[in-house]
Nanobody
Framework: VQLQESGPGLVKPSQTLSLTCTVS??????????WSWIRQPPGKGLEWIGY???????YYSPSLKSRTSISRDNAKNTVSLQMDVLKPEDTADYYC????????????????WGQGTQVTVSS
């Protein structure tokens, strides 16, 4: 399974971030896979954002839930992240990750990871 993140590298405060994870080597509807977004701010540890499951169900970090949405496009085999009202503290490397165990994802031990994409929130 290969994952590739894409999106803008620079976003202004209060704007919306949209990132796409293009998946190859597996269908995003394959049973028991969870497709997740995780970020790592500069000098800090990994922070789980949320995931979308093989059935389309979603689950988000409580601290980000109010301004985050994860969706998928089955035809394009992509998973997308939308985060509203960006703040400078949202500056981070954003990763797409996948595993058959959401517990592994929550623990930062997903089997499959993209290379990550750097997002800077600045005016």
């Amino acid at each position: 399974v290969q994952l590739q993140e894409s999106g803008p590298g620079l976003v202004k405060p209060s704007q919306t971030l949209s990132l796409t994870c293009t998946v190859s080597g597996a269908s995003i509807t394959t049973k028991y896979y969870y497709w997740s977004w995780i970020r790592q701010p500069p000098g800090k540890g990994l922070e789980w954002i949320g995931y979308i499951g093989y059935s389309g169900s979603t689950y988000y970090s409580p601290s980000l839930k109010s301004r985050t949405s994860i969706s998928r496009d089955n035809a394009k085999n992509t998973v997308s992240l939308q985060m509203d009202v960006l703040k400078p503290e949202d500056t981070a490397d954003y990763y797409c990750a996948a595993d058959r165990s959401y517990q592994h994802i929550l623990a930062g031990r997903a089997d499959y990871w993209g290379q990550g994409t750097q997002v800077t929130v600045s005016s």
